[in-house]
T-cell receptor
Framework: EPEVTQTPSHQVTQMGQEVILRCVPI?????FYWYRQILGQKVEFLVS????????KSEIFDDQFSVERPDGSNFTLKIRSTKLEDSAMYFC??????????FGPGTRLTVL | AQSVTQLDSHVSVSEGTPVLLRCNYS??????LFWYVQHPNKGLQLLLK??????LVKGINGFEAEFKKSETSFHLTKPSAHMSDAAEYFC????????????FGTGTSLTVIP
């Protein structure tokens, strides 16, 4: 069964550094998403992406964040200058329509 | 606005007994509702979804949920718990027809006692 994959599973970085989190969505899906879950809190929507552009973003998704689909398979989330409060589990998801989203296993980001 | 409230952060049941995980939703639109499960170190797996068809929805692994508009509830049930059901369960609401953004509950951790 096709699945969403994410790399790395755990990323440790220093405050102020740039990180790129990578996702490979399910191959025939057209909609892509990033969510995050700070420890002990809800899973929160960050951004959705369709047709090579952002279709929706939350107020969390400020200028420090960007997303890209650099080729036909990868979907990335970049954080330009990480802050301590960016430490969280980041989930990628994809869907073939605007209904069911399929999630990856997550990348745990730790900012020191 | 859309939101979900999962009424129990932890539920503990004995193996072979029924499971009830409670979820109430708030939505300005006709909602799509989902239950996802997360096992340790795994991704979020879809259990079942409601998208304005039958109000009783059957999912994988013997789980089902009933959409009750009058009670704004979407509780998840299973007649008989199995050890492998131990996991974190998330109730999710999205906006009907616009889809995109999912709103998650805080999750319910299910423990199954042998």
């Amino acid at each position: 069964e096709p699945e969403v994959t994410q790399t790395p599973s755990h990323q440790v970085t220093q405050m102020g550094q740039e990180v790129i989190l990578r996702c490979v969505p399910i191959s025939n899906h057209l909609y892509f998403y990033w969510y995050r879950q700070i420890l002990g809190q809800k899973v929160e929507f960050l951004v959705s992406f369709y047709n090579n552009e952002i279709s929706e973003k939350s107020e969390i998704f400020d200028d420090q964040f960007s997303v890209e689909r650099p080729d036909g398979s990868n979907f990335t989330l970049k954080i330009r200058s990480t802050k301590l409060e960016d430490s969280a589990m980041y989930f990628c998801a994809s869907s073939s329509d605007t209904d069911t989203q399929y999630f990856g296993p997550g990348t745990r980001l730790t900012v020191l | 606005a859309q939101s979900v409230t999962q009424l129990d952060s932890h539920v503990s049941v004995s193996e072979g007994t029924p499971v009830l995980l409670r979820c109430n939703y708030s939505s300005s639109y006709s909602p799509s509702l989902f239950w996802y499960v997360q096992h340790p170190n795994k991704g979020l797996q879809l259990l079942l979804k409601y998208t304005s068809a039958a109000t009783l929805v059957k999912g994988i692994n013997g789980f089902e949920a009933e959409f009750k508009k009058s009670e704004t509830s979407f509780h998840l049930t299973k007649p008989s718990a199995h050890m492998s059901d131990a996991a974190e369960y998330f109730c999710v609401v999205s906006r009907y027809n616009t889809g995109n953004q999912f709103y998650f509950g805080t999750g319910t951790s299910l423990t199954v006692i042998p």
